[in-house]
């Protein structure tokens, strides 16, 4: 069974620009989440959604960041226009809506460098 | 006042050593509760789920404590490719997202 995909691996851009990742769930997973490590901090919380709806996006930093689920499949987090502390590695995670516990499956994230 | 709390390391220790780590967080609304392992610059894995009985599988052991609010996780007989950072993890009642702690690094030596 194929595992949490994400693209790019790598992206580094200017202030100012944007940029556009991409994370594929594993197959039957309705939950979809992003989250965030920021050098020397812990990894961090972005947003979760259901299929297609968000369902949690508390921790969403500002309005310049956008996360889509269009048809409930593959997500994309928008960055526009980045700025130097959005630089990081983003991470994609994926559960099953079944039982007690939602264990979540990484993706290997995107390293993301805004110079 | 982070909500998850370990202790960074790094410990170091010898191949077939007993090491454990504690972890301690500050929600007592917290549900779920899970030790994820993490290579460098990789992405987190998941080791396994804590349960309130306690849990074992291999030569990893892990334990709650809700009275006390905090999670273990025992490695036996540490093997080299145990080297890497163990991240305590938790959620809340209600909530899906994951609180991550920043995780304790361990170096196996020969």
């Known amino acids: ?115 | 006042r982070k909500e998850v709390e370990q202790d960074p390391g790094p410990f170091n220790v010898p191949e077939g050593a007993t090491v454990a780590f504690n972890c301690t967080y500050s929600n007592s609304a917290s549900q779920s509760f899970f030790w994820y392992r993490q290579d460098c610059r990789k992405e987190p894995k998941l080791l396994m789920s804590v349960y309130s009985s306690g849990n074992e599988d291999g030569r990893f052991t892990a334990q709650l404590n809700r009275a006390s609010q905090y999670i273990s996780l025992l490695i036996r007989d540490s093997k080299l490719s145990d080297s890497a950072t163990y991240l305590c993890v938790v959620n809340t009642m209600g909530f899906q997202k994951l609180v991550f702690g920043t995780g304790t690094r361990l170096l196996v030596s020969p």
Not at chain 1, 5 to 34: A, M
Not at chain 1, 58 to 83: D, I
Not at chain 1, 86 to 96: I, K
């Open chain 1, 1 to 115: 069974e194929a595992g949490v995909t994400q693209f790019p691996s790598h992206s580094v851009i200017e202030k100012g620009q944007t940029v556009t990742l991409r994370c594929d769930p594993i197959s039957g997973h309705d939950n979809l989440y992003w989250y965030r490590r920021v050098m020397g901090k812990e990894i961090k919380f972005l947003l979760h959604f259901v299929k297609e709806s968000k369902q949690d996006e508390s921790g969403m930093p500002n309005n310049r960041f956008l996360a889509e689920r269009t048809g409930g499949t593959y997500s994309t987090l928008k960055v526009q226009p980045a700025e130097l502390e959005d630089s990081g590695v983003y991470f994609c995670a994926s559960s099953l809506s079944t039982g007690d516990s939602y264990e979540q499956y990484f993706g290997p994230g995107t390293r993301l460098t805004v110079t």
